[in-house]
Structures are given as C-alpha cells and as structure tokens.
C-alpha cells in the first residue's frame, strides 16, 4: 500500500540552529498537511499544501510541496525551545481518500 | 467552540475484554476519524466516519469497529483484546466534507490511553 516517509526520526539541535525534516510519498498526493504533537500531547494541525510546486510560511516555519506531489519538507529556522515536538507529515491520497501519517521527526531544542 | 473531547482519557483491561471509547466532535462538524498511535508504528488510520457511515477504513482487523450518531458523536470498539492493542487512540473531526476533501483539516482529540494487561 501507500507510504509515506518521513526523515530523521530524530533531530537534536542547538537553540538558534535550522531544522528541517522531510517527506516523501512512493505515489502522488492530492494534498500533504503537518501536525505537531508537543510531548503527552496530541498532534495540532500546522498547515495545508494543496498545489504542485507550493510554499507556504508561518514566521520561522517554511513548508514545500514538491513538483510531483510526492514530498514535501518543513524547515524551522533558527529553532526555540517552543519548537520541541514531534512533527509529522500527512498525505492525502489520490484515490481512495485515506491520510495516510509519517513516522514523525522528533525535535528536541538544548537551551 | 469547544474542542474535540473524547472519553475516558485513560482505561486498563486486560486480554480477552473488550473496549468502547467515545469521541465528541467539535460542534457542527460532520466527519469524524479514528487513529491508532503507538511508539512503534507512529499513527494509523483506523476508519473515518461521516454522516453515519464509514468512508474510509485502514488495515485493521475486524476486531476494531466503529459507528457515528445521527448527532455526529462516534464510538469505537475493540472486542477481545490484546497486549498490542496498547496505544493512544486519537479522534480527529473535520468540519465540512472531511479529510477526503482537499481543504478540510482536522482537529485532533486529547486521545484515551488503553493499556491491556
């Protein structure tokens, strides 16, 4: 079945350092969205990407979706010690209609 | 508006038993999905539901069922139980057509945490 990738698992930065983590679909999204899920938390939705080639950004958060609609990225920069979480990626498939979630990156930001 | 709320927040059983856990969309909202997260295979859908009837199902087994409400609240049931069934089970509603529709998104429960012993 369809799968979605998502890497690094786990990225540990100095506060002030980029982030960014990464997605990839093995077929073609109808859309990708992003959630972050805070420790013992639940995940809260970021953003949506609908068309080819489309980015989108909230202050220090930057998210891409690729050409194909196959993968997408989300970048941080100059990461806080509020961004620590996990952050995963959803894809819509085309057919079908299932979201189906990456594995998470979780972020953790050393003051 | 008030949140998604699902009950109970936690809940033991142990092998064999059965399960019902409830999720209260946010008002208005129509479409209602049911997730499963654990550490090591992260989220997995499990079905969505809207208007009544189940429009997506994931790759559970029939163990695992659901139902809406003509009010939109849905309930999931995990008959006979087992270890693996441990987990974090997520709500998440949508207000208008859905996740199925390329410009809903969803709003996410605080989950009920199953242990089973």
């Known amino acids: 079945g369809q799968q979605v990738m998502q890497i690094p698992q786990y990225q540990h930065v100095q506060e002030g350092e980029d982030f960014t983590t990464y997605c990839n679909s093995s077929?073609?999204?109808?859309?990708i969205q992003w959630y972050k899920q805070r420790p013992g938390g639940h995940p809260v939705f970021l953003i949506q990407l609908v068309k080819s080639g489309e980015v989108k950004k909230q202050k220090r958060l930057t998210f891409q979706f690729g050409e194909a609609k196959k993968n997408s990225s989300l970048h941080i920069t100059a990461t806080q010690t509020t961004d620590v979480g996990t952050y995963f990626c959803?894809?819509?498939?085309?057919?079908?209609?299932?979201?189906?979630f990456g594995q998470g990156t979780e972020l953790s930001v050393k003051p | 508006k008030a949140g998604v709320t699902q009950t109970p927040r936690y809940l033991i059983k142990t092998r064999g038993q059965q399960v019902t856990l409830s999720c209260s969309p946010i008002s208005g909202h129509r479409s209602v999905s049911w997730y499963q997260q654990t550490p090591g295979q992260g989220l997995q859908f499990l079905f969505e539901?809207?208007?009544?009837?189940?429009?997506n199902k994931g790759n559970f087994p029939g163990r695992f069922s659901g139902r809406q409400f003509s009010n939109s609240r849905s309930e999931m049931n995990v008959s006979t139980l087992e270890l693996g069934d441990s987990a974090l089970y997520l709500c998440?509603?949508?207000?208008?057509?859905?996740?199925?529709?390329?410009?809903?998104?969803?709003?996410f429960g605080p989950g009920t945490r199953l242990t089973v012993l």
């Open positions: 998440a509603s949508t207000p208008l057509g859905g996740f199925s529709s390329s410009t809903d998104t969803q709003y």
């Open positions: 539901y809207f208007s009544e009837t189940q429009r």
């Open positions: 077929t073609t999204l109808s859309n």
């Open positions: 959803a894809g819509l498939e085309n057919q079908g209609g299932k979201l189906i």
